[in-house]
């Protein structure tokens, strides 16, 4: 009687998971990329995103990328407008840098990969940022309606906020900058 028992509840929870699985895959196959795909997302935000500074590039013939590019004279020193960006899975943070208290932040985006290229989509525009060089030298392209931030100018050019003094560097002299 037990091994009639056995051999029959096997056979019944078979015949329901086989009734019922191809309905369970599919919302589970509709309901779970999704997660996972948000989560692969938010884990694929580079690391050296999360404090980039501006540079800029001073000598387009050098073979040598830390002499190739290296911080803006006037944006640091004298004007004092360029921006440092910070990018995490919840913000995106442009940073005068001068004046930590100076942001503007974006909240509502989403963003994705494609190889050495990282693109964050708002409503208003896409901001894409590709590594084009291991030193680490990344280049922002801004599509879209123009994003225009009081005493906050927008580099081209980013490096980490650890590998900046790799760079060539003036000095700011006078301009206490």
């Not at 990328?65 to 004007?79: A, L, Q, R, V």
């Not at 590594?131 to 309606?145: H, S, T």
């Amino acid at each position: 009687m037990t091994a009639l028992l056995a051999s029959c509840s096997p056979a019944t929870d078979k015949k329901v998971e086989k009734n019922t699985s191809p309905d369970i895959k599919k919302e589970v196959a509709t309901s779970t990329p999704k997660t996972v795909k948000n989560d692969q997302l938010q884990v694929e935000i580079p690391g050296d995103f999360s404090a980039l500074v501006p540079i800029d590039l001073l000598n387009s013939k050098s073979t040598n990328i830390y002499d190739k590019y290296g911080i803006e004279f006037s944006g640091n020193c004298y004007s004092c407008d360029l921006t440092s960006l910070s990018i995490n899975k919840k913000q995106i943070r442009w940073t005068n840098v001068c004046d930590e208290k100076d942001t503007f932040e974006i909240d509502d985006f989403s963003f994705s990969n494609e190889g050495n290229k990282t693109i964050f989509k708002t409503p208003e525009r896409t901001y894409s940022i590709t590594q084009i060089d291991k030193a680490p030298v990344y280049e922002l392209v801004i599509e879209g309606n123009k994003l225009e931030l009081k005493n906050k100018r927008i580099s081209r050019y980013f490096t980490t906020k650890k590998a900046l003094s790799l760079f060539t560097e003036h000095d700011c002299g006078d301009f206490e900058g």
